[in-house]
Protein backbone atom coordinates (compact mmCIF):
# COMPACT_ATOMS: atom_id res chain seq x y z
CA UNK A 1 0.00 0.00 0.00
CA UNK A 2 2.57 2.55 0.70
CA UNK A 3 4.52 1.76 -2.50
CA UNK A 4 1.61 2.40 -4.25
CA UNK A 5 1.15 6.18 -2.69
CA UNK A 6 4.81 6.70 -2.77
CA UNK A 7 3.75 5.66 -6.64
CA UNK A 8 1.28 7.69 -7.39
CA UNK A 9 3.37 10.29 -5.55
CA UNK A 10 6.32 10.31 -8.24
CA UNK A 11 3.61 9.94 -11.32
CA UNK A 12 1.64 12.89 -9.59
CA UNK A 13 5.05 15.05 -9.78
CA UNK A 14 6.04 14.00 -12.85
CA UNK A 15 3.14 14.70 -14.58
CA UNK A 16 3.65 18.20 -12.57
CA UNK A 17 6.66 18.91 -13.85
CA UNK A 18 6.47 17.62 -17.54
CA UNK A 19 3.29 20.59 -17.25
CA UNK A 20 5.58 23.17 -15.90
CA UNK A 21 7.54 22.40 -18.55
CA UNK A 22 5.43 22.58 -21.36
CA UNK A 23 4.09 25.82 -19.94
CA UNK A 24 7.42 27.34 -19.74
CA UNK A 25 8.18 26.07 -23.18
CA UNK A 26 4.62 27.30 -24.72
CA UNK A 27 5.54 31.09 -22.97
CA UNK A 28 8.83 31.54 -24.46
CA UNK A 29 7.25 30.06 -27.95
CA UNK A 30 4.53 32.86 -27.49
CA UNK A 31 7.44 35.63 -26.84
CA UNK A 32 9.58 34.37 -30.09
CA UNK A 33 6.86 34.06 -32.23
CA UNK A 34 5.60 38.02 -31.12
CA UNK A 35 9.06 38.93 -31.22
CA UNK A 36 9.91 37.31 -34.81
CA UNK A 37 6.59 38.74 -36.10
CA UNK A 38 8.16 42.43 -34.77
CA UNK A 39 10.83 41.84 -36.91
CA UNK A 40 9.28 40.22 -39.78
CA UNK A 41 7.27 43.43 -39.85
CA UNK A 42 10.00 45.93 -39.45
CA UNK A 43 11.82 43.93 -42.37
CA UNK A 44 8.76 44.38 -44.49
CA UNK A 45 8.78 48.01 -43.72
CA UNK A 46 12.40 48.12 -44.58
CA UNK A 47 12.00 46.85 -48.14
CA UNK A 48 8.74 48.93 -48.83
CA UNK A 49 11.01 51.96 -47.99
CA UNK A 50 13.43 51.61 -50.76
CA UNK A 51 10.42 51.33 -53.11
CA UNK A 52 9.07 54.69 -51.77
CA UNK A 53 10.29 57.24 -54.82
CA UNK A 54 8.59 55.34 -57.52
CA UNK A 55 6.09 58.03 -59.54
CA UNK A 56 3.77 55.04 -60.27
CA UNK A 57 3.28 54.41 -56.85
CA UNK A 58 3.13 57.86 -55.74
CA UNK A 59 0.42 58.60 -58.52
CA UNK A 60 -1.79 55.26 -57.46
CA UNK A 61 -1.05 56.51 -53.52
CA UNK A 62 -4.09 59.27 -54.47
CA UNK A 63 -6.74 58.39 -52.84
CA UNK A 64 -5.32 55.03 -51.47
CA UNK A 65 -5.64 55.06 -47.51
CA UNK A 66 -8.47 55.47 -44.58
CA UNK A 67 -8.10 58.28 -42.19
CA UNK A 68 -8.76 57.56 -38.91
CA UNK A 69 -11.49 59.51 -38.30
CA UNK A 70 -13.28 60.13 -41.48
CA UNK A 71 -13.37 57.30 -43.83
CA UNK A 72 -16.05 54.93 -44.12
CA UNK A 73 -14.08 51.55 -44.46
CA UNK A 74 -15.38 48.76 -46.74
CA UNK A 75 -15.35 45.51 -45.28
CA UNK A 76 -16.19 46.52 -41.45
CA UNK A 77 -17.57 44.39 -39.09
CA UNK A 78 -19.05 44.19 -35.46
CA UNK A 79 -17.44 41.23 -33.80
CA UNK A 80 -17.78 42.38 -29.85
CA UNK A 81 -16.62 40.60 -27.22
CA UNK A 82 -14.83 41.80 -23.70
CA UNK A 83 -11.56 42.74 -25.48
CA UNK A 84 -13.36 44.88 -28.18
CA UNK A 85 -16.56 46.27 -26.07
CA UNK A 86 -16.90 50.22 -26.48
CA UNK A 87 -18.49 51.75 -23.50
CA UNK A 88 -19.82 54.64 -25.51
CA UNK A 89 -21.90 52.16 -27.71
CA UNK A 90 -25.15 50.99 -25.25
CA UNK A 91 -24.09 48.13 -22.99
CA UNK A 92 -20.98 47.48 -24.53
CA UNK A 93 -21.78 43.93 -24.96
CA UNK A 94 -24.51 43.22 -27.11
CA UNK A 95 -23.45 46.32 -28.95
CA UNK A 96 -19.69 47.07 -29.58
CA UNK A 97 -17.63 49.32 -32.10
CA UNK A 98 -16.37 48.35 -35.48
CA UNK A 99 -13.40 47.12 -36.94
CA UNK A 100 -12.03 46.15 -40.50
CA UNK A 101 -9.88 43.17 -41.05
CA UNK A 102 -9.31 43.64 -44.59
CA UNK A 103 -7.60 47.12 -44.21
CA UNK A 104 -5.10 49.41 -42.47
CA UNK A 105 -6.27 53.01 -41.51
CA UNK A 106 -3.28 56.14 -41.01
CA UNK A 107 -3.74 58.79 -37.99
CA UNK A 108 -2.06 61.96 -38.37
CA UNK A 109 -1.16 64.38 -35.50
CA UNK A 110 -2.79 67.87 -36.25
CA UNK A 111 0.10 69.78 -36.52
CA UNK A 112 0.72 67.52 -39.35
CA UNK A 113 -1.90 68.16 -41.06
CA UNK A 114 -2.52 71.49 -43.11
CA UNK A 115 -6.24 70.92 -44.66
CA UNK A 116 -9.95 70.70 -43.68
CA UNK A 117 -10.03 67.17 -45.10
CA UNK A 118 -7.04 66.03 -43.22
CA UNK A 119 -4.11 65.87 -45.55
CA UNK A 120 -0.52 66.69 -44.91
CA UNK A 121 1.58 68.89 -47.25
CA UNK A 122 5.16 67.34 -45.88
CA UNK A 123 6.80 65.36 -48.60
CA UNK A 124 8.47 62.74 -45.93
CA UNK A 125 4.48 62.15 -44.20
CA UNK A 126 2.91 61.53 -47.80
CA UNK A 127 5.65 59.08 -48.76
CA UNK A 128 5.35 57.38 -45.62
CA UNK A 129 1.64 56.91 -45.90
CA UNK A 130 1.89 55.88 -49.96
CA UNK A 131 4.85 53.22 -49.05
CA UNK A 132 3.37 51.82 -46.27
CA UNK A 133 -0.13 51.65 -47.65
CA UNK A 134 1.64 48.69 -48.94
CA UNK A 135 1.54 46.94 -45.82
CA UNK A 136 -2.48 45.55 -45.61
CA UNK A 137 -1.60 42.61 -47.82
CA UNK A 138 1.68 41.83 -45.46
CA UNK A 139 -0.96 42.21 -42.56
CA UNK A 140 -4.19 40.48 -44.18
CA UNK A 141 -1.31 37.63 -44.80
CA UNK A 142 -0.38 37.68 -41.63
CA UNK A 143 -3.48 37.54 -39.51
CA UNK A 144 -4.23 34.36 -41.71
CA UNK A 145 -1.40 32.79 -40.30
CA UNK A 146 -1.97 33.54 -37.03
CA UNK A 147 -5.38 32.90 -36.72
CA UNK A 148 -5.55 29.08 -35.84
CA UNK A 149 -3.17 30.00 -32.88
CA UNK A 150 -4.60 32.63 -31.50
CA UNK A 151 -8.47 30.65 -31.61
CA UNK A 152 -6.97 28.30 -30.01
CA UNK A 153 -6.87 30.62 -27.02
CA UNK A 154 -9.80 31.93 -27.56
CA UNK A 155 -8.38 35.08 -28.66
CA UNK A 156 -8.28 37.91 -31.25
CA UNK A 157 -5.04 38.39 -33.72
CA UNK A 158 -2.73 40.69 -32.72
CA UNK A 159 -2.53 44.61 -34.03
CA UNK A 160 0.29 45.42 -35.76
CA UNK A 161 1.65 48.96 -36.57
CA UNK A 162 4.10 51.16 -37.76
CA UNK A 163 5.33 54.72 -36.19
CA UNK A 164 7.51 56.57 -38.90
CA UNK A 165 10.06 59.31 -36.91
CA UNK A 166 8.08 61.84 -39.20
CA UNK A 167 5.04 61.27 -37.45
CA UNK A 168 2.86 59.63 -39.48
CA UNK A 169 1.24 56.07 -38.16
CA UNK A 170 -0.48 53.46 -39.91
CA UNK A 171 -2.15 50.60 -37.99
CA UNK A 172 -4.14 47.15 -38.77
CA UNK A 173 -6.74 46.63 -38.36
CA UNK A 174 -8.79 49.32 -38.95
CA UNK A 175 -10.09 51.11 -36.56
CA UNK A 176 -12.09 54.72 -35.79
CA UNK A 177 -10.35 56.69 -33.57
CA UNK A 178 -12.18 58.43 -30.44
CA UNK A 179 -10.21 61.30 -30.54
CA UNK A 180 -9.17 62.76 -34.10
CA UNK A 181 -5.67 64.39 -34.91
CA UNK A 182 -3.94 63.92 -31.40
CA UNK A 183 -1.85 60.58 -32.08
CA UNK A 184 2.11 60.71 -31.94
CA UNK A 185 3.45 57.67 -32.05
CA UNK A 186 7.08 59.12 -31.58
CA UNK A 187 6.13 60.23 -28.22
CA UNK A 188 4.54 56.68 -26.91
CA UNK A 189 6.92 54.28 -24.22
CA UNK A 190 6.85 51.34 -26.95
CA UNK A 191 8.55 54.14 -29.67
CA UNK A 192 10.60 55.18 -27.15
CA UNK A 193 11.79 51.65 -25.89
CA UNK A 194 12.68 50.30 -29.29
CA UNK A 195 14.70 53.26 -30.55
CA UNK A 196 16.75 53.65 -27.15
CA UNK A 197 17.30 50.37 -25.81
CA UNK A 198 16.83 49.98 -21.52
CA UNK A 199 18.89 52.86 -19.95
CA UNK A 200 19.29 54.55 -17.25
CA UNK A 201 18.08 58.44 -17.05
CA UNK A 202 19.12 61.30 -14.78
CA UNK A 203 17.27 64.46 -15.25
CA UNK A 204 19.20 67.55 -13.89
CA UNK A 205 17.04 70.61 -14.52
CA UNK A 206 18.01 74.50 -13.45
CA UNK A 207 15.13 75.92 -11.35
CA UNK A 208 16.75 79.29 -10.82
CA UNK A 209 15.00 82.33 -10.56
CA UNK A 210 15.84 83.01 -13.53
CA UNK A 211 13.52 80.47 -15.09
CA UNK A 212 10.42 82.67 -14.39
CA UNK A 213 11.37 84.60 -17.49
CA UNK A 214 8.61 83.98 -20.16
CA UNK A 215 6.81 81.09 -20.11
CA UNK A 216 10.26 78.64 -19.49
CA UNK A 217 9.24 76.73 -15.94
CA UNK A 218 6.01 76.02 -17.65
CA UNK A 219 7.65 74.23 -20.70
CA UNK A 220 10.34 72.66 -18.88
CA UNK A 221 7.76 71.13 -16.85
CA UNK A 222 5.91 69.67 -19.65
CA UNK A 223 8.92 68.50 -21.47
CA UNK A 224 10.34 67.13 -18.43
CA UNK A 225 7.48 65.14 -17.43
CA UNK A 226 6.93 64.00 -21.45
CA UNK A 227 10.69 62.63 -21.25
CA UNK A 228 9.37 60.44 -18.00
CA UNK A 229 5.94 59.50 -19.28
CA UNK A 230 7.91 57.95 -22.51
CA UNK A 231 10.39 55.47 -20.12
CA UNK A 232 8.91 52.32 -19.67
CA UNK A 233 9.65 49.18 -16.89
CA UNK A 234 12.70 48.66 -18.51
CA UNK A 235 13.94 52.49 -17.76
CA UNK A 236 15.53 53.36 -14.67
CA UNK A 237 15.36 57.23 -14.10
CA UNK A 238 15.86 59.96 -11.25
CA UNK A 239 15.72 64.10 -11.38
CA UNK A 240 18.04 66.88 -9.87
CA UNK A 241 16.51 69.74 -9.45
CA UNK A 242 19.08 72.70 -8.96
CA UNK A 243 19.54 76.13 -8.04
CA UNK A 244 21.62 77.24 -5.11
CA UNK A 245 21.65 74.17 -4.30
CA UNK A 246 20.99 70.50 -5.45
CA UNK A 247 17.87 68.51 -4.51
CA UNK A 248 17.48 65.45 -5.86
CA UNK A 249 14.46 63.28 -6.45
CA UNK A 250 15.19 59.62 -6.20
CA UNK A 251 14.32 56.36 -4.62
CA UNK A 252 14.97 56.15 -0.80
CA UNK A 253 16.28 59.45 -1.77
CA UNK A 254 19.51 57.77 -3.04
CA UNK A 255 18.55 55.18 -5.79
CA UNK A 256 17.11 55.66 -9.37
CA UNK A 257 13.68 54.76 -9.66
CA UNK A 258 12.56 52.07 -11.52
CA UNK A 259 9.72 53.47 -14.22
CA UNK A 260 6.77 51.93 -13.40
CA UNK A 261 3.84 53.68 -14.15
CA UNK A 262 3.06 54.47 -10.61
CA UNK A 263 7.07 55.98 -9.83
CA UNK A 264 6.53 57.74 -13.16
CA UNK A 265 3.38 59.33 -11.69
CA UNK A 266 5.36 59.90 -8.60
CA UNK A 267 8.17 62.16 -10.59
CA UNK A 268 5.33 63.95 -12.85
CA UNK A 269 4.10 64.94 -9.40
CA UNK A 270 7.43 66.34 -8.09
CA UNK A 271 8.17 67.78 -11.11
CA UNK A 272 4.65 69.64 -11.05
CA UNK A 273 6.20 70.87 -7.48
CA UNK A 274 8.98 73.20 -8.84
CA UNK A 275 9.26 76.57 -8.03
CA UNK A 276 11.63 79.18 -9.59
CA UNK A 277 14.00 80.84 -7.38
CA UNK A 278 17.56 81.20 -5.96
CA UNK A 279 20.89 81.14 -7.89
CA UNK A 280 22.96 78.46 -10.25
CA UNK A 281 25.19 75.54 -9.24
CA UNK A 282 26.33 73.92 -11.73
CA UNK A 283 28.67 71.92 -9.14
CA UNK A 284 25.98 70.47 -7.01
CA UNK A 285 23.96 70.07 -9.58
CA UNK A 286 26.75 67.58 -11.58
CA UNK A 287 27.93 65.84 -7.85
CA UNK A 288 24.08 64.87 -7.38
CA UNK A 289 23.78 63.30 -10.61
CA UNK A 290 26.62 61.07 -10.67
CA UNK A 291 26.01 60.42 -6.49
CA UNK A 292 22.33 58.80 -7.92
CA UNK A 293 24.25 57.13 -10.43
CA UNK A 294 27.01 54.80 -8.69
CA UNK A 295 25.25 54.74 -5.28
CA UNK A 296 22.40 52.64 -7.79
CA UNK A 297 25.08 50.93 -9.07
CA UNK A 298 26.44 49.83 -6.38
CA UNK A 299 22.94 48.22 -4.92
CA UNK A 300 22.01 46.81 -8.39
CA UNK A 301 19.12 50.10 -8.87
CA UNK A 302 20.21 50.24 -12.51
CA UNK A 303 20.22 48.65 -15.52
CA UNK A 304 23.38 47.43 -17.26
CA UNK A 305 22.64 49.29 -20.83
CA UNK A 306 23.38 52.70 -22.04
CA UNK A 307 22.90 55.80 -19.35
CA UNK A 308 21.69 59.71 -20.68
CA UNK A 309 22.05 62.45 -18.43
CA UNK A 310 20.04 65.55 -19.39
CA UNK A 311 21.28 69.23 -18.48
CA UNK A 312 19.48 72.14 -18.60
CA UNK A 313 19.94 75.35 -17.65
CA UNK A 314 18.85 79.00 -18.66
CA UNK A 315 21.83 80.88 -16.73
CA UNK A 316 25.72 81.28 -16.44
CA UNK A 317 27.04 79.68 -13.28
CA UNK A 318 26.73 81.68 -9.69
CA UNK A 319 27.39 79.87 -7.16
CA UNK A 320 29.40 78.72 -5.48
CA UNK A 321 31.61 81.63 -5.83
CA UNK A 322 34.67 80.18 -4.92
CA UNK A 323 34.32 77.64 -7.95
CA UNK A 324 35.97 78.00 -10.85
CA UNK A 325 34.60 76.20 -14.68
CA UNK A 326 37.52 74.02 -14.69
CA UNK A 327 36.64 72.55 -11.50
CA UNK A 328 33.23 71.47 -12.89
CA UNK A 329 34.85 70.48 -16.18
CA UNK A 330 37.21 68.30 -14.13
CA UNK A 331 34.10 66.70 -11.92
CA UNK A 332 31.85 65.97 -15.12
CA UNK A 333 34.68 64.34 -17.12
CA UNK A 334 36.03 62.20 -14.32
CA UNK A 335 32.27 61.64 -13.14
CA UNK A 336 31.55 60.02 -16.97
CA UNK A 337 34.85 58.25 -17.31
CA UNK A 338 34.39 56.39 -13.95
CA UNK A 339 30.63 55.77 -14.90
CA UNK A 340 31.72 54.05 -18.09
CA UNK A 341 34.41 51.97 -16.44
CA UNK A 342 32.08 50.87 -14.16
CA UNK A 343 29.28 49.84 -16.73
CA UNK A 344 31.70 48.91 -19.59
CA UNK A 345 28.87 51.35 -21.43
CA UNK A 346 28.96 54.45 -22.89
CA UNK A 347 27.51 57.75 -20.84
CA UNK A 348 25.99 60.11 -23.08
CA UNK A 349 25.56 63.50 -21.59
CA UNK A 350 23.17 66.14 -23.43
CA UNK A 351 23.75 69.62 -22.50
CA UNK A 352 20.58 72.32 -23.26
CA UNK A 353 21.01 76.20 -22.99
CA UNK A 354 18.14 78.29 -23.26
CA UNK A 355 18.80 82.34 -23.38
CA UNK A 356 19.41 84.90 -26.11
CA UNK A 357 22.78 85.89 -24.94
CA UNK A 358 25.19 84.40 -26.13
CA UNK A 359 27.70 83.94 -22.96
CA UNK A 360 25.05 81.85 -21.38
CA UNK A 361 25.42 78.87 -24.17
CA UNK A 362 29.38 79.31 -23.59
CA UNK A 363 30.37 77.20 -20.50
CA UNK A 364 27.12 74.49 -21.23
CA UNK A 365 28.95 73.54 -24.71
CA UNK A 366 32.17 73.21 -23.08
CA UNK A 367 30.96 70.92 -20.76
CA UNK A 368 29.36 68.54 -23.67
CA UNK A 369 32.63 68.74 -26.12
CA UNK A 370 35.02 67.91 -22.97
CA UNK A 371 33.86 64.93 -22.76
CA UNK A 372 35.03 63.86 -26.00
CA UNK A 373 32.85 61.43 -28.17
CA UNK A 374 29.47 61.39 -25.84
CA UNK A 375 28.79 64.63 -25.17
CA UNK A 376 26.10 66.64 -27.28
CA UNK A 377 24.95 70.41 -26.67
CA UNK A 378 21.63 72.20 -27.94
CA UNK A 379 20.81 76.17 -27.75
CA UNK A 380 17.57 76.77 -27.36
CA UNK A 381 16.88 80.55 -27.86
CA UNK A 382 13.11 80.22 -28.77
CA UNK A 383 11.87 78.62 -25.50
CA UNK A 384 9.29 77.04 -27.13
CA UNK A 385 11.88 74.55 -28.52
CA UNK A 386 12.52 73.32 -24.40
CA UNK A 387 10.35 70.59 -25.61
CA UNK A 388 11.37 69.12 -28.76
CA UNK A 389 15.13 69.20 -27.33
CA UNK A 390 14.82 67.74 -24.34
CA UNK A 391 12.74 64.95 -25.63
CA UNK A 392 15.39 64.47 -28.69
CA UNK A 393 17.65 61.95 -26.63
CA UNK A 394 16.64 59.85 -27.40
CA UNK A 395 17.16 60.06 -31.93
CA UNK A 396 20.98 60.01 -30.77
CA UNK A 397 20.66 56.35 -29.29
CA UNK A 398 18.60 55.48 -32.37
CA UNK A 399 21.84 55.95 -34.66
CA UNK A 400 23.98 53.77 -32.67
CA UNK A 401 21.15 51.08 -32.51
CA UNK A 402 21.49 50.94 -36.04
CA UNK A 403 24.87 49.56 -35.74
CA UNK A 404 26.08 45.90 -36.85
CA UNK A 405 24.84 43.29 -33.95
CA UNK A 406 21.03 44.90 -33.01
CA UNK A 407 19.91 43.77 -36.28
CA UNK A 408 17.30 41.78 -33.89
CA UNK A 409 16.82 44.12 -31.00
CA UNK A 410 13.01 43.86 -29.76
CA UNK A 411 11.90 46.32 -26.54
CA UNK A 412 8.54 45.00 -24.10
CA UNK A 413 6.55 47.31 -22.31
CA UNK A 414 5.01 47.34 -18.92
CA UNK A 415 1.45 46.00 -19.18
CA UNK A 416 -0.98 48.59 -19.68
CA UNK A 417 -5.16 49.28 -20.84
CA UNK A 418 -5.62 48.86 -24.09
CA UNK A 419 -8.13 51.42 -26.01
CA UNK A 420 -10.50 48.85 -26.78
CA UNK A 421 -12.51 47.24 -24.39
CA UNK A 422 -11.06 46.89 -20.51
CA UNK A 423 -8.09 44.52 -21.60
CA UNK A 424 -4.36 44.63 -20.57
CA UNK A 425 -2.03 43.65 -22.41
CA UNK A 426 1.70 44.48 -23.80
CA UNK A 427 3.46 45.52 -26.83
CA UNK A 428 6.62 44.42 -28.89
CA UNK A 429 8.67 47.17 -30.74
CA UNK A 430 11.26 46.64 -33.11
CA UNK A 431 13.17 49.62 -34.89
CA UNK A 432 13.24 50.30 -38.52
CA UNK A 433 16.18 51.08 -40.65
CA UNK A 434 17.05 52.95 -44.05
CA UNK A 435 20.02 49.40 -44.20
CA UNK A 436 21.29 50.60 -47.57
CA UNK A 437 23.15 53.71 -46.18
CA UNK A 438 26.00 54.17 -43.91
CA UNK A 439 25.62 54.62 -40.93
CA UNK A 440 22.00 53.24 -41.19
CA UNK A 441 19.01 55.93 -41.52
CA UNK A 442 16.21 55.91 -38.36
CA UNK A 443 13.58 55.48 -40.01
CA UNK A 444 10.70 54.62 -37.47
CA UNK A 445 9.28 51.73 -34.99
CA UNK A 446 6.84 48.60 -35.28
CA UNK A 447 4.90 47.40 -32.97
CA UNK A 448 2.91 44.35 -31.99
CA UNK A 449 0.55 43.71 -29.43
CA UNK A 450 -1.16 40.70 -27.43
CA UNK A 451 -2.99 40.37 -23.99
CA UNK A 452 -1.81 39.59 -21.09
CA UNK A 453 -4.43 37.03 -21.04
CA UNK A 454 -2.30 35.54 -24.13
CA UNK A 455 0.68 35.41 -21.56
CA UNK A 456 -1.47 33.75 -18.74
CA UNK A 457 -2.60 30.94 -20.94
CA UNK A 458 0.30 30.15 -22.36
CA UNK A 459 1.98 29.68 -19.07
CA UNK A 460 -0.89 28.36 -17.42
CA UNK A 461 -1.50 30.43 -14.75
CA UNK A 462 -5.13 32.01 -13.74
CA UNK A 463 -6.24 35.00 -15.90
CA UNK A 464 -4.60 38.16 -14.69
CA UNK A 465 -1.82 36.75 -12.89
CA UNK A 466 1.13 38.21 -11.59
CA UNK A 467 3.44 35.75 -12.89
CA UNK A 468 2.70 36.55 -16.57
CA UNK A 469 3.38 40.49 -15.53
CA UNK A 470 6.76 39.56 -13.94
CA UNK A 471 7.52 37.68 -16.99
CA UNK A 472 7.18 40.57 -19.65
CA UNK A 473 8.63 43.02 -16.97
CA UNK A 474 12.07 40.76 -16.97
CA UNK A 475 11.65 40.44 -20.87
CA UNK A 476 11.68 44.45 -20.95
CA UNK A 477 15.85 44.29 -20.11
CA UNK A 478 16.77 41.50 -21.25
CA UNK A 479 18.63 42.25 -24.11
CA UNK A 480 21.05 45.67 -24.02
CA UNK A 481 21.84 46.89 -27.41
CA UNK A 482 25.46 48.09 -27.84
CA UNK A 483 25.39 51.88 -28.77
CA UNK A 484 28.56 53.07 -29.71
CA UNK A 485 29.12 56.23 -31.93
CA UNK A 486 31.98 57.63 -34.08
CA UNK A 487 33.35 60.87 -34.32
CA UNK A 488 31.77 61.82 -37.12
CA UNK A 489 28.31 60.55 -36.41
CA UNK A 490 28.45 62.72 -33.07
CA UNK A 491 29.08 65.83 -35.26
CA UNK A 492 26.47 64.61 -38.02
CA UNK A 493 23.88 64.83 -34.91
CA UNK A 494 25.28 68.01 -33.26
CA UNK A 495 25.02 70.02 -36.54
CA UNK A 496 21.08 69.21 -36.76
CA UNK A 497 19.94 71.38 -33.76
CA UNK A 498 19.25 75.13 -34.39
CA UNK A 499 22.58 75.84 -33.41
CA UNK A 500 23.97 74.26 -36.69
CA UNK A 501 27.92 74.57 -37.00
CA UNK A 502 27.70 76.01 -33.96
CA UNK A 503 27.14 72.83 -31.98
CA UNK A 504 30.07 71.37 -33.59
CA UNK A 505 33.01 70.37 -30.94
CA UNK A 506 35.80 69.66 -33.65
CA UNK A 507 36.84 70.25 -37.29
CA UNK A 508 37.78 66.92 -37.69
CA UNK A 509 35.11 65.92 -39.92
CA UNK A 510 35.46 66.73 -43.71
CA UNK A 511 31.93 67.67 -45.33
CA UNK A 512 31.86 64.06 -47.02
CA UNK A 513 32.00 62.45 -43.25
CA UNK A 514 29.03 64.05 -42.54
CA UNK A 515 25.85 62.31 -42.95
CA UNK A 516 21.82 62.70 -43.11
CA UNK A 517 19.90 61.42 -39.77
CA UNK A 518 16.91 62.26 -41.14
CA UNK A 519 14.87 61.31 -43.91
CA UNK A 520 14.93 63.12 -47.07
CA UNK A 521 12.08 63.65 -49.86
CA UNK A 522 12.68 61.58 -53.08
CA UNK A 523 14.76 63.28 -55.56
CA UNK A 524 12.64 64.60 -58.62
CA UNK A 525 9.42 64.50 -57.41
CA UNK A 526 7.46 67.00 -57.91
CA UNK A 527 3.90 65.88 -58.07
CA UNK A 528 3.24 64.32 -54.60
CA UNK A 529 -0.55 63.38 -54.40
CA UNK A 530 -2.47 65.83 -52.37
CA UNK A 531 -5.95 63.91 -51.73
CA UNK A 532 -4.57 60.67 -49.87
CA UNK A 533 -7.85 59.62 -48.53
CA UNK A 534 -10.51 56.87 -50.34
CA UNK A 535 -13.69 58.97 -48.33
CA UNK A 536 -14.14 61.13 -46.17
CA UNK A 537 -18.00 60.25 -46.05
CA UNK A 538 -17.88 60.49 -41.74
CA UNK A 539 -16.37 64.15 -41.06
CA UNK A 540 -17.70 65.85 -38.84
CA UNK A 541 -19.32 62.78 -37.25
CA UNK A 542 -19.68 62.08 -33.53
CA UNK A 543 -16.86 59.04 -32.59
CA UNK A 544 -20.70 57.10 -31.40
CA UNK A 545 -22.01 57.81 -35.16
CA UNK A 546 -18.67 56.55 -36.37
CA UNK A 547 -18.29 53.31 -34.79
CA UNK A 548 -21.11 52.33 -32.96
CA UNK A 549 -23.28 48.75 -34.14
CA UNK A 550 -24.49 45.57 -33.00
CA UNK A 551 -22.66 42.57 -32.66
CA UNK A 552 -22.98 40.72 -35.91
CA UNK A 553 -24.08 43.36 -38.30
CA UNK A 554 -21.59 45.57 -40.10
CA UNK A 555 -23.47 48.74 -40.46
CA UNK A 556 -22.98 51.54 -38.19
CA UNK A 557 -25.87 52.24 -35.69
CA UNK A 558 -27.33 55.32 -33.35
CA UNK A 559 -26.88 54.93 -29.56
CA UNK A 560 -30.46 54.61 -29.47
CA UNK A 561 -30.74 51.64 -31.93
CA UNK A 562 -27.80 50.52 -30.51
CA UNK A 563 -28.75 49.81 -26.89
CA UNK A 564 -30.37 46.31 -26.73
CA UNK A 565 -33.75 46.35 -25.35
CA UNK A 566 -35.33 44.76 -21.90
CA UNK A 567 -36.85 41.90 -23.43
CA UNK A 568 -32.98 41.09 -25.43
CA UNK A 569 -31.17 41.72 -21.95
CA UNK A 570 -33.60 39.59 -19.96
CA UNK A 571 -33.99 36.73 -22.46
CA UNK A 572 -29.79 36.79 -22.77
CA UNK A 573 -29.72 36.45 -18.94
CA UNK A 574 -31.91 33.79 -18.51
CA UNK A 575 -30.54 31.74 -21.31
CA UNK A 576 -27.26 32.63 -19.80
CA UNK A 577 -28.58 31.75 -16.04
CA UNK A 578 -29.75 27.82 -17.50
CA UNK A 579 -26.97 27.50 -19.42
CA UNK A 580 -24.69 28.39 -16.83
CA UNK A 581 -26.46 26.13 -14.53
CA UNK A 582 -26.17 23.30 -16.38
CA UNK A 583 -22.26 23.38 -16.78
CA UNK A 584 -21.61 23.69 -12.63
CA UNK A 585 -23.80 20.50 -12.30
CA UNK A 586 -21.16 19.20 -14.72
CA UNK A 587 -18.56 20.35 -13.68
CA UNK A 588 -19.59 18.85 -10.01
CA UNK A 589 -20.03 15.59 -11.13
CA UNK A 590 -16.88 15.35 -13.21
CA UNK A 591 -15.07 16.71 -9.90
CA UNK A 592 -17.13 13.44 -7.86
CA UNK A 593 -15.74 11.00 -10.68
CA UNK A 594 -12.59 12.31 -10.63
CA UNK A 595 -11.71 12.06 -6.58
CA UNK A 596 -13.45 8.76 -6.72
CA UNK A 597 -11.26 7.40 -9.26
CA UNK A 598 -8.23 8.77 -8.22
CA UNK A 599 -8.69 9.38 -4.20
CA UNK A 600 -11.59 7.09 -2.96
CA UNK A 601 -9.89 3.54 -3.10
CA UNK A 602 -8.18 1.55 -0.42
CA UNK A 603 -3.99 2.42 -0.58
CA UNK A 604 -4.40 5.18 -3.07
CA UNK A 605 -2.70 8.87 -2.64
CA UNK A 606 -5.52 9.75 -0.28
CA UNK A 607 -5.42 6.38 2.13
CA UNK A 608 -1.29 7.34 2.71
CA UNK A 609 -1.96 10.82 3.46
CA UNK A 610 -5.28 9.63 6.06
CA UNK A 611 -2.63 7.03 7.63
CA UNK A 612 -1.12 8.12 11.03
CA UNK A 613 2.10 8.19 9.95
CA UNK A 614 1.28 10.59 7.40
CA UNK A 615 -0.20 12.92 9.38
CA UNK A 616 2.46 15.69 9.08
CA UNK A 617 2.67 15.37 5.36
CA UNK A 618 -1.04 16.42 4.89
CA UNK A 619 -0.59 19.52 7.50
CA UNK A 620 2.31 20.21 6.18
CA UNK A 621 0.96 20.13 2.38
CA UNK A 622 -1.92 22.27 3.47
CA UNK A 623 0.02 24.66 4.81
CA UNK A 624 2.35 25.48 2.03
CA UNK A 625 -0.93 25.37 -0.27
CA UNK A 626 -2.72 28.12 1.98
CA UNK A 627 0.54 30.27 1.51
CA UNK A 628 -0.36 30.40 -2.54
CA UNK A 629 -2.60 33.32 -3.48
CA UNK A 630 -3.91 32.49 -6.38
CA UNK A 631 -5.16 36.05 -8.17
CA UNK A 632 -8.71 36.16 -8.56
CA UNK A 633 -9.41 36.72 -12.66
CA UNK A 634 -9.39 39.94 -13.96
CA UNK A 635 -6.58 40.88 -10.51
CA UNK A 636 -3.50 42.32 -11.65
CA UNK A 637 -0.40 42.47 -10.04
CA UNK A 638 -0.49 44.59 -6.40
CA UNK A 639 3.53 45.72 -7.34
CA UNK A 640 3.07 47.24 -10.55
CA UNK A 641 0.24 49.86 -11.51
CA UNK A 642 -0.06 49.45 -15.57
CA UNK A 643 -0.70 52.68 -17.71
CA UNK A 644 -3.65 54.51 -18.43
CA UNK A 645 -5.87 53.67 -21.40
CA UNK A 646 -3.88 54.86 -24.45
CA UNK A 647 -5.77 55.34 -28.06
CA UNK A 648 -3.31 53.18 -30.13
CA UNK A 649 -2.55 49.99 -28.35
Known amino acids: ?13 SWGLIFTLATEADFDALIASMTADAIELARQVELLYQKRCNEISLRQCARGSYNECTSLYPNQTCPGGEDLNVAQCGDGVSCSGLWDYSISNTRLHQNLVDSADGNPSDPNVIETICFTQQLDEFFVQKRAEQKPYWDSLGLRTPQMYFGSQNGAFRIYPARQSETCGVYDPRLRPWYIAASSGPKNVVLVLDTSGSMTDGNRLSLLKQAAKQVIETLTVGDRVAIVEFSSQAKLFAQDNKFLFTATQKNKELLATHIDSFTAAGATNFLDAFTAAFAVLNDSIDQEYHVGCTTAILFLTDGEMTQPENVQEADVLDLVNTGISNLEARLGRSVFLFTFSISDNNNVHAFPKQIACSTGDNGIWSKIVDEREIFDSLTSYYRLLAIGLGRDGNENFAAWVEPYQFASGEIWGTTVSVPVYDRSVTPNLFLGVVGVDFTLTAADRALGVPDGSKESINRIVRQSTAVCPTIDLALCELESFRRRSSAGDEALCTTNCTASEYFEIEEQACSFVNDYPRDLFINNMLQGLSYEER ?27 IVGTVIGGILVVLLVIAAWIYFKHFYGKKGSFRDSHESAENTKIQEDGYAIATEVTVLKPGATNPDYRPTAPEEDE
Open 1 to 13: MKTYGFASVLIHL
Open 547 to 573: VCCVVGENTVHTADQCVAGPDELNIGL
